[in-house]
Structures are given as C-alpha cells and as structure tokens.
C-alpha cells in the first residue's frame, strides 16, 4: 500500500431472493462495516481444496500499514465441514477481533486458494499435489491462466 491510496473495503454477497446466509457469516457481518475507518485492519480469507468447501481460515490484524502482519491465527476445519459453517470457530474468530479490536475489516467473498502452504507443505515454485483444482488457476477469479 502507497500511502494514502489505501482503500479498504468489505466485501459481502448481495441478498437475493430465497439466498441463504451461512450462519458463521453472521458473526462477520456483525462485527465489520463497509470502507477504511483506520488502523488496526483486520483481513479475514477462506481457503479450500477446491471452490467448495472452505476448510481453512485465516484472519491476520496490522495494527499499522506494513508488508507483514502483526497477529495471524489460522483455523482449519477437517475437510468434511465447511469452516464458514462452524460456530465454534466463528466464536474464536470473535474473540480474536475482541482481542485486537480492528476498526476496518477486509473479507474475501470466496475461497482464494489451497488451504496447503507453499514451501512448507509443498516445494516453493510447484502447484500444491493434494489440490489439482488450483493449478494453473487464479486464485481471486477461479479461471485458467495456463
């Protein structure tokens, strides 16, 4: 981020007819407000073998505008159940917020990836093996790239 040209925003599905919210989403959608309102920046991304299910989520807090972090935590579910769906994990991730007490919040609106790390659970440069879905896959439009 350059500046003052930072612009953050929530990011949140339309509410359409008939559309369900998933119930984890609610703790989310009670605690963040859409647009920049300052430092602590809260970043909340859900990650999955595929586009369904999310099995992982990661929430990262920068109490000021830098390249890392300063409090990250992961949350994995065990590949069954959704991680969007359990209230368990919702509740921690609550917490968490309470903790660190962000006043913006950036929410992905879909899974932006494999829930594996690349140079720790596979060789840095390689498409994870346990996830074919996302090789050679943009990880933000779910299209092929190659």
């Keep these: 981020m350059c500046g003052n040209a930072a612009y953050i925003a929530l990011v949140k599905k339309g ?13 989310l959608d009670k605690k963040s407000r859409p647009g920049f309102r300052g430092y602590p920046v809260a970043t909340v991304a859900f990650y999955g073998p595929n586009d369904e299910p999310a099995t992982k989520i990661v929430v990262s807090v920068f ?3 830098s390249d ?5 935590k992961r949350w994995f579910t065990d590949g069954q159940t959704d991680v969007r769906d359990d209230s368990a ?7 968490f917020f309470k903790t ?8 992905t609106d879909a899974i932006i990836g494999c829930p594996h790390e690349e ?6 440069g390689t498409s994870c093996p346990r996830c074919p879905y996302w090789a050679g896959r943009d ?3 779910h299209e092929r790239i190659q």
Excluded: Q
């Excluded at 509410?15 to 703790?27: A, L, V, Y």
């Excluded at 890392?68 to 990250?72: A, N």
């Excluded at 994990?89 to 917490?95: D, H, N, S």
């Excluded at 140079?119 to 840095?124: A, N, V």
């Design 15 to 27: 509410k359409g007819f008939g559309n369900k919210t998933r119930p984890t989403r609610s703790w």
């Design 63 to 65: 109490l000021t505008e």
């Design 68 to 72: 890392e972090p300063d409090f990250l």
């Design 89 to 95: 994990i919702g509740e921690e991730i609550l917490t």
């Design 100 to 107: 660190h007490a962000p006043r913006s919040t950036v929410v």
């Design 119 to 124: 140079g720790t659970d596979y060789p840095e």
């Design 139 to 141: 990880r933000f439009t």
